[in-house]
């Protein structure tokens, strides 16, 4: 049970290491393709939450997010390999922030062909988040140590 156990881990954190390890090939001077993808979406978040509270926010560098996330992920996906609960935790961060932030389904038609590639991208990422938290409630729903039930003492008379 221990090898089948260790192999699902590295099979699960492979997406995030593997992911981790191209975007940190790719990151170059500006980012990489990446902060590319990224940056219109930083923008336009940034404007809406501009328009809504009233305020103006710092300008965010898109080169410290993709860092951020490699960072995340590599780290994240090693320490869950080894059964860490932080590193399920760190992969769970990653997906919360990064999934509605990249897959915006919600702004396309459904007729539209953009909906239904960056919904399936959604799901697939929400699927993972549901193994993260089913892996989180395992590991803290075992015991630490095995009980040891103690031996009746026998009676002297």
Same mark, same amino acid.
């Given at each position: %049970?221990?090898?089948?156990?260790? %192999?699902?881990? &590295?099979?699960?954190?492979?997406?995030?290491?593997?992911?981790?390890?191209? %975007?940190?090939? $790719?990151? !170059?001077?500006?980012?990489?393709?990446?902060?590319? $993808?990224?940056?219109?979406?930083? /923008?336009?978040?940034?404007?809406?939450?501009? /328009?809504?509270?009233?305020?103006?926010?710092?300008?965010? $560098? &898109?080169?410290?997010?993709?860092?951020?996330?490699?960072?995340?992920? =590599?780290?994240? =996906? &090693?320490?869950?390999?080894? =059964? /860490?609960?932080?590193?399920?935790?760190?992969?769970?961060?990653?997906?919360?922030?990064?999934?509605?932030?990249?897959?915006?389904?919600?702004?396309?038609?459904?007729? $539209?062909?953009?909906?239904?590639?960056?919904?399936?991208?959604?799901?697939?990422?929400?699927?993972?988040? !549901?193994?993260?938290?089913?892996?989180?409630? %395992?590991?803290?729903?075992?015991?630490?140590?095995?009980?040891?039930?103690?031996?009746?003492?026998?009676?002297? &008379?």
């Amino acid at each position: %049970m221990g090898f089948f156990s260790f %192999m699902g881990r &590295v099979l699960f954190a492979s997406i995030f290491i593997l992911s981790a390890w191209q %975007m940190f090939n $790719e990151f !170059g001077v500006d980012g990489g393709p990446a902060a590319k $993808e990224l940056a219109p979406k930083v /923008s336009q978040v940034k404007e809406l939450l501009i /328009s809504k509270i009233g305020v103006s926010l710092p300008e965010i $560098e &898109v080169r410290h997010l993709v860092a951020t996330s490699i960072a995340i992920k =590599g780290l994240g =996906g &090693v320490l869950f390999v080894f =059964g /860490s609960s932080f590193g399920a935790y760190l992969l769970l961060l990653q997906l919360l922030c990064a999934t509605p932030f990249l897959y915006q389904f919600y702004n396309y038609a459904p007729s $539209e062909p953009e909906f239904f590639a960056l919904l399936h991208e959604f799901l697939q990422n929400a699927a993972l988040f !549901g193994a993260l938290l089913f892996f989180i409630g %395992m590991k803290n729903s075992l015991p630490r140590r095995p009980i040891k039930k103690k031996a009746p003492k026998p009676k002297t &008379v």
